[in-house]
């Protein structure tokens, strides 16, 4: 996947130290104001341009613009069963949880999101997701 670098380098280092601030359940990590995210890394995932080099995925086929968010590996260890459901659809840039609330819902919920869309996903699916997303991105 390929993306904007937001945070400063050895990223993944830190977490450890901040681990305690985390948010949010199961193995993901977030904090609302996160040190390690840069000025200019603020501003690009403020405005979603962070996701923009993703398109670049998207045309080489290796990814799609609807379909489940691609997890760390470490993520993806937790439940075998889900992941290789996971694994059958091609990742996308916006999906179910994007527009179900994000980081508002837990990460049960998210892979939930998931396996709803694997398993009803379909093109009319696909453009309500596109839409509701713009609607995030470009709200009134």
Do not use: C, H
């Amino acid at each position: 996947m390929i993306k904007f670098r937001s945070m400063v380098s050895k990223a993944e280092d830190l977490q450890q130290k901040l681990r305690s601030e985390n948010e949010v359940d199961g193995p993901m990590f977030k904090i609302s104001d996160d040190p390690r995210i840069t000025r200019l890394g603020r501003f690009l995932r403020k405005m979603s341009l962070d996701e923009l080099p993703q398109l670049i995925s998207v045309i080489k086929g290796e990814m799609s613009l609807v379909g489940p968010r691609p997890l760390q590996m470490k993520e993806m260890k937790l439940n075998p069963g889900w992941r290789d459901l996971r694994l059958r659809v091609t990742p996308g840039i916006t999906g179910l949880w994007q527009i179900s609330g994000r980081t508002r819902v837990s990460f049960q919920e998210w892979i939930k999101n998931d396996v709803e869309y694997i398993r009803t996903q379909s093109f009319w699916l696909d453009m309500k997701i596109l839409f509701r997303t713009l609607r995030v991105l470009f709200p009134r």
